[in-house]
Structure formats: C-alpha cells, structure tokens
C-alpha cells in the first residue's frame, strides 16, 4: 500500500494537477476569508468554510477523474489484478495519496485563525472544528469520486458524473421541497429510484434475469408495505434524501460543534464508497 501511496502522490505532485487542486482550493478560500473576516471584520471562520463549500463540485472531479479510468482505458489496471498485494490495499492507496493531496492546502488554512486573532478576538475551537468538519467532507467527496472513476474508462466520464452526484448532494435540500410528503408522493419517488437502481444492476452486471428480479422484489415490497400501512410512507422520501445530503452534516460543524453524527457519516461515506471501489475492481478482475 505504501508504495502505491507514494506513486500516487508523486504522479500529483510531478503534475498539473496536483498543484492545480492546491492552488485553486487556497485561492477561493482566500477570496473568501479576505472579504468576510479580514475586510468585514466577521469573527467566525466557520461562516467563510460553509461558503466556499461548492469547491469541492468543482476541484473533486479535476482531482479523482484519472485515478482509475486512466488506468482502465490504458490497460494498466491488468497491473492491478496480478499484483502481489490485495485491491483493498491499492486502493487505499489511492486514496490516501489524493486525501494527502486535499491536507496540504487544509494545512495552510489551519493558519488563518491565527491571522485573524492579530486582528481581535476569535474562538479558535470554532474556528478548528470547522476546519476539520471541512476536511471530512473533502475526503468524503473524493471517496465518491474515487468510486465513479472505478466504473468507466474515460475520464471525461468520469469527471462529468462526479460533479452531477455531488451537485445533486449540494441541493438535495432544495429538490426535497419540491416533492409533496404525502404517501403516494413518497411511493411514487421510490419506485422511480428502484428503476434507477434496476439501470445501475443491469450496467454492472449485464444479466437481465437478475434485475427483472431484483426490480420485481424492490417494487413488490414497496407496493406491499404500502398496501399495509401507507403512513409508513408520509415524509419518507424526504427523510431517505436526507441521507444524501453531504453539505448538511457539515453545517454542526460550521457552529463550533464536535457533531460525532456528522463524524459517522463523513466516514460512514468514506468507508463505503471506498468499499464499491474495492468491489468495482474486484468484478472486472474476475470478469
């Protein structure tokens, strides 16, 4: 792993990329902090973080884009499955030479605090908790990118469909309010997401009888549970689209909070996709 990890961040930093990444977090932070706490005087750090959050929608894809579909378009991911070392282990890798990638900019903002404590009184276990709220959900994001990199060979692709995921887990807020809670809203919502599902099943595993019969389980024990008890139901697309809402579990940590669920599903996400990663990989290498 630890060879694959110093590939990894040596190809970053021998590149554009790596450096594009750095500069460009630092520099939209830096706008940022500049107008909101150096010129506006505002005190809490953690204010500046939570507006400069839509970086990751635009630097995650830049960052993760290659890290599997170069590979993959190029052939050398053969090098991957005879390796002497276990997928879990490049992969994580991988994904810890990009998480390293992400802590050198984090190191310089750890920095800013101290600036704006020459200037007045600040709250530095505020101003920390956030920073590290932002670093988790930086490593959160680039665990799905690493995933959505694992599935396709291009990395246009793979770029394109990391940022609609994410942009679709920044507004996921606002799409909920568009949909009515009532008990057919949220069963209608959720026979829309099993087709979805039955599309992902048939692309990863191209057998039509596995998901005729996975979309009929899906849509049977909806139906059925509907049929039983629709109450079930009331607000339930609401609190499952919750679950996908990566900017939200951010926001505890905006007020200084040490907020331990925000910590399990940063790391939940993580572990996770970094987990369909492994098994993405493991599929083409049995294949």
């Given at each position: 792993?630890?060879?694959?990890?110093?590939?990894?961040l040596?190809?970053?930093?021998?590149?554009?990329?790596?450096?594009?990444?750095?500069?460009f977090v630092l520099?939209?932070?830096?706008v940022?902090?500049?107008?909101?706490?150096?010129?506006?005087?505002?005190?809490?750090?953690g204010?500046?973080?939570?507006?400069?959050?839509?970086?990751?929608?635009?630097?995650?894809?830049?960052?993760?884009?290659?890290?599997?579909?170069?590979?993959?378009?190029?052939?050398?991911?053969q090098?991957?499955?005879?390796?002497?070392?276990?997928?879990?282990?490049?992969?994580?890798g991988?994904?810890?030479?990009?998480?390293?990638?992400l802590?050198?900019?984090?190191?310089?903002?750890?920095?800013?605090?101290?600036?704006m404590?020459?200037?007045?009184?600040?709250?530095?276990?505020?101003?920390?908790?956030?920073?590290?709220?932002?670093?988790?959900?930086?490593?959160?994001?680039?665990?799905?990118?690493?995933?959505?990199?694992?599935?396709?060979?291009s990395?246009?692709?793979a770029?394109?469909?990391?940022?609609?995921?994410?942009?679709?887990?920044?507004?996921?807020q606002?799409?909920?309010s568009?949909?009515?809670?009532?008990?057919?809203?949220?069963?209608?919502?959720?026979?829309?997401?099993?087709?979805?599902?039955?599309?992902?099943?048939?692309?990863?595993?191209?057998?039509?009888?596995?998901t005729?019969?996975?979309?009929?389980?899906?849509?049977?024990?909806?139906?059925?549970?509907?049929l039983?008890?629709?109450?079930l139901?009331?607000?339930?697309?609401?609190?499952?689209?919750?679950?996908?809402?990566?900017?939200?579990?951010?926001?505890?940590?905006v007020g200084?909070?040490?907020?331990?669920?925000?910590?399990?599903?940063?790391?939940?996400?993580?572990?996770?996709?970094?987990?369909?990663?492994?098994?993405?990989?493991?599929?083409?290498?049995?294949?």
């Amino acid at each position: 792993m630890l060879a694959v990890y110093k590939k990894e961040l040596r190809g970053y930093l021998t590149s554009m990329i790596g450096y594009v990444f750095i500069a460009f977090v630092l520099a939209i932070v830096g706008v940022y902090f500049t107008a909101y706490n150096l010129t506006s005087a505002y005190p809490e750090f953690g204010v500046t973080l939570s507006a400069v959050s839509f970086v990751f929608l635009i630097i995650t894809p830049v960052l993760t884009m290659r890290i599997l579909a170069e590979e993959k378009k190029q052939r050398t991911d053969q090098l991957l499955f005879t390796a002497p070392v276990s997928v879990w282990k490049i992969v994580c890798g991988k994904y810890l030479g990009m998480v390293t990638i992400l802590f050198i900019p984090m190191a310089i903002i750890c920095t800013y605090p101290l600036i704006m404590g020459k200037y007045g009184t600040i709250s530095y276990p505020m101003a920390y908790t956030a920073i590290f709220g932002f670093f988790l959900m930086g490593c959160g994001n680039i665990a799905v990118g690493l995933f959505l990199s694992s599935i396709t060979e291009s990395q246009i692709i793979a770029a394109v469909l990391t940022f609609a995921v994410l942009f679709i887990c920044n507004v996921i807020q606002g799409i909920e309010s568009f949909i009515a809670q009532t008990a057919s809203a949220s069963l209608i919502s959720i026979l829309i997401m099993a087709v979805i599902l039955c599309l992902i099943i048939y692309r990863m595993t191209k057998d039509t009888l596995v998901t005729i019969i996975a979309g009929l389980v899906m849509a049977g024990t909806a139906i059925g549970l509907f049929l039983w008890k629709s109450s079930l139901f009331e607000g339930a697309i609401q609190k499952f689209m919750e679950i996908f809402n990566i900017t939200g579990h951010f926001d505890g940590f905006v007020g200084g909070v040490l907020d331990m669920s925000g910590i399990v599903y940063m790391v939940s996400i993580i572990l996770i996709f970094v987990f369909l990663t492994v098994q993405s990989i493991q599929k083409r290498r049995w294949s």
